[in-house]
């Protein structure tokens, strides 16, 4: 008998989603933008997105705890400016700016006695924000990957298609009135 392992994910990272702790600025735009769509994992979870039981992709998960993606559709007002601000107030200091298909990846980390305890990937185009914020750490040179795997992960890159399509078809709407 095969399981869906990605509907199990999603299951369980919409259930764990009450007992979830990250950064105040992430916690602060799930509250602002209240059409933003969160997903929430934790190590076991993320492990499940591993269908093609890649040995490298448990080795780049295995240091994070728990992590949460919030999508945002970013409005005509939204403010990218201070929203690194605000984690750079929390402390999270820039560590790496790259490009992927079209999208900036920004990465900030937390250290604590020069260990990192956080960091937040924010993944941002013209249209929508996404923001990894983890508990944990992963490779920086994995960060894309990690992005990836999350990405094509068939039930929610359903999810990612239809919030972004859900923007497209309010711009693609509003230019035909």
């Given at each position: 008998?095969k399981i ?5 994910v ?7 989603s009450?007992?979830?702790?990250q950064s105040?600025?992430?916690?602060a735009?799930?509250?602002k ?7 929430f994992?934790?190590?076991n979870?993320l ?14 998960i295995k240091?994070i705890?728990k992590?949460?993606?919030?999508m ?15 984690y750079?107030?929390?402390a999270?200091?820039e ?6 298909q ?10 604590s ?7 937040i ?31 094509e992960?068939?039930?929610?890159t ?7 399509n ?12």
């Amino acid at each position: 008998m095969k399981i869906n392992f990605t509907k199990i994910v999603v299951v369980l990272a919409l259930i764990s989603s009450s007992s979830f702790g990250q950064s105040k600025t992430t916690e602060a735009l799930s509250k602002k933008y209240t059409d933003a769509m969160a997903f929430f994992f934790y190590n076991n979870t993320l492990r499940m997105l591993n269908q093609k039981e890649d040995k490298g992709f448990d080795e780049l998960i295995k240091d994070i705890e728990k992590m949460k993606l919030l999508m945002i559709n970013k409005a005509k007002d939204f403010n990218y400016k201070k929203v690194t601000a605000d984690y750079k107030a929390e402390a999270f200091e820039e560590i790496m700016t790259s490009r992927y298909q079209g999208k900036n990846f920004d990465v900030y980390l937390k250290e604590s006695n020069g260990k990192t305890k956080g960091m937040i990937v924010l993944v941002n185009d013209s249209a929508s924000l996404y923001v990894l914020d983890i508990v944990g750490r992963i490779a920086l040179d994995k960060v894309t990957q990690l992005y990836k795997t999350i990405d094509e992960s068939s039930d929610i890159t359903d999810k990612i298609k239809a919030f972004s399509n859900k923007d497209n078809d309010k711009d693609h709407h509003k230019s035909h009135e």
